[in-house]
């Protein structure tokens, strides 16, 4: 029982360190900028989806090597004989050492995306070595510690090199898989819907710039941000294809629900998040926005007092099902999207 739970393991680490490999292979295709991934759904999303599997799969097999000590399989549970050298190197170097590099990479991910988007370039490639650390000393402790036998191997393949070479290729094919569905390939000049989107967001920040500049900060939310909500209702159906008309019977929060979800459609953002504070106050949350590489352009200073655009179109929408005046607030800008209030009158 306990040989056949470790070849599991190791078969689930293969599997894993395809997914690792798929990631690693995405992070270097945009390693020059990060910036590119941002906006750019298709890798972003396969990106996250991939790096929540291998995360899984890292922890699930953590967890399932620490029970297996706990219960005391036999000569599989001391993972810690100094007189066994494979299984020393892997408790050591692939669980402690691997397990902290990878973890270091799993918080910021997760939990500091501002980050991994400024040293990305850095810290993806230290969860890659914490994985690696893992997968190798798994297979030079199963393949020469545990079971040297390759008799008794029943579900990996029987050569150590094979399985330990396996998972690189597969993870290459996995990301080729990740580009086919992209749609695009490197220096591609196309047009799209989000390049256009990328340029009227560099103009619209320049406008407010402009307007800031000659008429005041408060000038401009009292003037120029209700004149520009309301001429975007006359553009709606266009630019989203989101008819207000059909929004004036719905109730605001049903109608924001439904304008989210058209912009998660057409790929405007992964997510546009709406949260209600209170019956008078909402804010509109886009992740992942298309166009947010052009605050990577922009001093900070120049983000101030900005508005996100979406959340414009989104007060265009609030303005039209509740007949009611509207104040917004300057957004929270940061490296994937923005934050902005929404009060109403």
Not at 4 to 9: D, G, K, P, V
Not at 100 to 112: D, E, M, P, T, Y
Not at 162 to 179: D, S, T, W
Request: aromatic residues 14%.
């Amino acid at each position: 029982m306990g040989l056949l739970w470790a070849e599991l393991l190791l078969f689930q680490t293969l599997l894993g360190y395809c997914f690792v490999v798929a990631n690693e292979c995405i992070g270097l295709y945009n390693i020059r900028d990060l910036n590119n991934m941002k906006g750019d759904l298709v890798i972003v999303k396969y990106h996250k989806r991939i790096g929540w599997i291998e995360s899984f799969l890292f922890y699930t097999i953590a967890i399932q090597c620490v029970i297996m000590v706990i219960m005391g399989w036999g000569e599989y549970s001391n993972y810690f004989d100094p007189f066994n050298t494979t299984k020393n190197w892997h408790a050591v170097i692939g669980g402690i050492v691997g397990g902290v590099l990878f973890s270091f990479k799993f918080f910021i991910a997760h939990f500091k995306k501002d980050i991994i988007y400024k040293y990305g370039q850095f810290i993806g490639p230290i969860g890659f070595i914490g994985w690696s650390l893992a997968h190798w000393t798994s297979v030079i402790n199963f393949y020469f510690g545990i079971n040297p036998d390759t008799t008794l191997i029943y579900i990996i393949p029987s050569n150590f090199i094979i399985a330990a070479i396996l998972p690189i290729p597969i993870g290459i094919a996995i990301f080729l898989f990740v580009l086919v569905r992209r749609g695009s390939k490197e220096g591609s000049s196309r047009w799209s819907i989000h390049q256009i989107a990328f340029i009227l967001h560099g103009i619209t920040f320049g406008y407010e710039k402009a307007a800031k500049e000659l008429l005041g900060t408060p000038a401009m939310f009292k003037y120029v941000v209700p004149k520009t909500y309301k001429f975007l209702e006359k553009m709606m159906e266009d630019v989203l294809g989101v008819k207000l008309e059909d929004l004036k019977e719905l109730d605001v929060s049903t109608a924001l629900s439904r304008f989210s979800e058209h912009a998660r459609k057409i790929g405007m953002a992964e997510k546009i998040k709406i949260t209600w504070k209170s019956d008078s106050e909402v804010v509109i949350e886009s992740i992942n926005c298309t166009t947010a590489r052009v605050r990577s352009v922009m001093d900070p200073k120049e983000l101030e007092y900005a508005i996100c655009p979406w959340a414009i179109m989104a007060a265009a929408i609030v303005n039209q099902s509740t007949g009611k005046e509207l104040t917004i607030e300057p957004s929270e800008f940061n490296e994937i999207g923005a934050s902005t209030k929404i009060i109403l009158k």
